[in-house]
């Protein structure tokens, strides 16, 4: 069976890790087109590719509808500013493309509503880059929602304490933008906030939050703090930050049960800090800290592997399209009943 056919829109900041990943499944699938409005930034990811993947060719271009229109291609990572994921999605999607989405997948519910519909229309898979979902103490975490061994889940909590310095906005002026970015909370924070959603098992049904830009010269938040209550009557609390001195301290989240308590922490949600339950099971013992060199972790490789099968399987990747929305919603509910204090 013929390898995929995959190209990186947008090639970015985070951009190394879809080229890494795509190079960790070269089996089932290869970089054939990068582009970006920066051509030298597209260079580096082609070169970054074709420097292990010698036998490869992957066409460069600064316009994403020449790409299209070009090369063959069967899917699209789209790694461009959050406020084009969704006119950017919905092109390749109208032209019969399979989109892996970078966080968050657009930046109203109206969008990523749009982005759903017209991937059923047209028949493509929609995956949303939640990679965290991915790492071995999350996903041993979830197997333990899953048998309810927490039995009632009480409270969970994210802490995202990092800095994003000045020098971090002037690289980029989109970011800290409402139109283009949003703040800390749907920059920095949603991956733990899409991790605690996830864990608490139960719908959000209210929002509260706080905001405050405290020391960034940017349009929305640097620090934020949202208070959730779920379906479930278990409360949710998201403590996010770039305001912390004088570097990334920590992101953490924890699961508070009737009868378990685990917190994970690490550079990216990656260690198994505290893991406590009423009962016990061969795999409580599993030793399945991940190292990993960035915040970015190391997800991306299996997102790209589970997208992948499931465009040869014909069925949804883990992480869709309505998976990828509601951490994305959480925030833009917090957006709508909070004002930023200057």
Same mark, same amino acid.
């Given at each position: 069976m013929s390898k995929l056919k995959v190209a990186i829109l947008g090639c970015g900041r985070?951009?190394?890790?879809h080229v890494e990943a795509l190079i960790n499944n070269s089996d089932e699938a290869e970089l054939v087109a990068v582009c970006d409005l !920066?051509?030298?930034?597209?260079?580096?990811?082609?070169? +970054?590719?074709?420097d292990k993947m010698i036998d490869g060719k992957v066409d460069l271009y600064t316009d994403y509808k020449n790409m299209l229109k070009?090369?063959?291609?069967?899917?699209?990572?789209? *790694?461009?500013?959050?406020?084009?994921?969704?006119?950017?999605?919905?092109?390749?999607? &109208?032209?019969?493309?399979? !989109?892996?989405?970078?966080?968050?997948?657009?930046?109203?519910?109206?969008?990523?509503?749009?982005?759903?519909?017209?991937?059923?229309?047209?028949?493509?898979?929609?995956? !949303?880059?939640? +990679?965290?979902?991915?790492?071995?103490?999350? +996903?041993?975490?979830?197997? *333990?929602v899953e048998e309810g061994r927490f039995g009632k889940i009480i409270?969970?909590?994210?802490?995202?304490?990092?800095t994003r310095d000045e020098n971090y906005y002037k690289q980029a002026p989109w970011r800290g933008t409402k139109t283009l970015d949003g703040g800390t909370l749907m920059n920095q924070c949603i991956h733990n906030i899409d991790l605690l959603q996830w864990m608490m098992n139960s719908e959000v049904t209210r929002v509260h939050a706080e905001r405050g830009t405290f020391l960034r010269k940017i349009e929305m938040e640097d620090f934020g703090a949202l208070l959730l209550r779920f379906e479930s009557g278990a409360?949710?609390? !998201? &403590?996010?930050?770039?305001?912390?001195?004088?570097?990334?301290?920590?992101?953490?989240?924890?699961?508070?049960?009737?009868?378990?308590?685990?917190?994970?922490?690490?550079?990216a949600v990656n260690e198994i800090k505290v893991w406590q339950f009423e009962d016990e099971r061969s795999y409580d013992r599993d030793d399945v800290n991940d190292e990993v060199d960035s915040v970015y972790g190391s997800g991306h490789t299996p997102l790209y592997k589970d997208f992948f099968q499931a465009i040869v399987e014909n069925r949804?990747?883990?992480?869709?399209?309505? +998976?990828?929305?509601?951490?994305?919603?959480i925030i833009l509910d917090a957006y709508e009943v909070s004002q930023i204090q200057k």
């Open positions: 985070i951009s190394y890790k !920066v051509e030298s930034r597209a260079i580096e990811r082609q070169k +970054q590719y074709l070009y090369t063959e291609i069967d899917a699209v990572a789209i *790694a461009t500013e959050s406020g084009y994921h969704a006119s950017h999605a919905l092109y390749c999607i &109208e032209h019969g493309k399979h !989109v892996l989405i970078e966080k968050p997948m657009a930046l109203s519910t109206d969008d990523a509503n749009k982005i759903n519909a017209a991937g059923k229309k047209n028949d493509v898979k929609i995956c !949303v880059s939640h +990679q965290n979902r991915f790492n071995p103490p999350i +996903q041993k975490l979830r197997r *333990a409270n969970g909590t994210a802490r995202i304490l990092w409360i949710g609390i !998201v &403590e996010g930050s770039a305001c912390v001195y004088p570097k990334n301290l920590e992101e953490t989240l924890s699961i508070f049960g009737e009868k378990g308590t685990v917190v994970i922490g690490g550079l949804e990747p883990y992480i869709n399209g309505i +998976q990828g929305m509601k951490a994305m919603k």
